[in-house]
């Protein structure tokens, strides 16, 4: 007689395990995707608060899916450019370049993009002060790039 149960025990076992399986697979998050290209950026900033950052490699950056994170001695402005920008809190007048809303979006090699920061914004580029410009697509950084502040001419 208990023979008789075998096959169907097997069948039950089998059809709990695909439940199982498909629960986990639907449950589970998607893998995340390829990082984003790296690129190469340089930056250069004044005490008057003009930051310029340059893209030196990479693939071309739409600007509008991209972040730029502009710290100072690793404390970040307290109000941040929302590239492509025209006028933001923080900041003077409209950016130059691809971070400019006018601009053409695309970022390329060679390209130099600036703004200015704003004395309402903080901390101050100081003197001697390290700036440090992260341009980040999707949440992941794809260029960094530091530099000590200058005096203005």
């Given at each position: 007689m208990a023979r008789g149960y075998a096959p169907v025990a097997v069948v039950?076992?089998?059809a709990v395990t695909v439940v199982a399986a498909a629960a986990v697979a639907t449950a589970v998050p998607a893998l995340p995707g390829d990082p984003p290209p790296q690129r190469a950026v340089d930056a250069d900033a004044t005490s008057d608060g003009r930051v310029t950052v340059t893209l030196l490699s990479g693939e071309p950056l739409d600007t509008r899916s991209a972040t730029v994170r502009v710290a100072v001695d690793g404390e970040p402005l307290a109000h941040q450019p929302p590239v492509p920008y025209f006028a933001a809190r923080g900041f003077r007048g409209g950016p130059a370049g691809p971070f400019n809303v006018a601009a053409d979006s695309s970022w390329t090699v060679g390209e130099t993009a600036s703004?200015?920061?704003?004395?309402?914004?903080s901390p101050d580029l100081?003197?001697?002060a390290?700036?440090?410009v992260r341009v980040l697509v999707g949440g992941h950084v794809v260029a960094v790039a530091e530099t000590t502040v200058e005096t203005a001419s």
């Open positions: 039950l076992l089998l703004l200015q920061v704003a004395g309402t914004n100081r003197v001697g390290t700036l440090t």
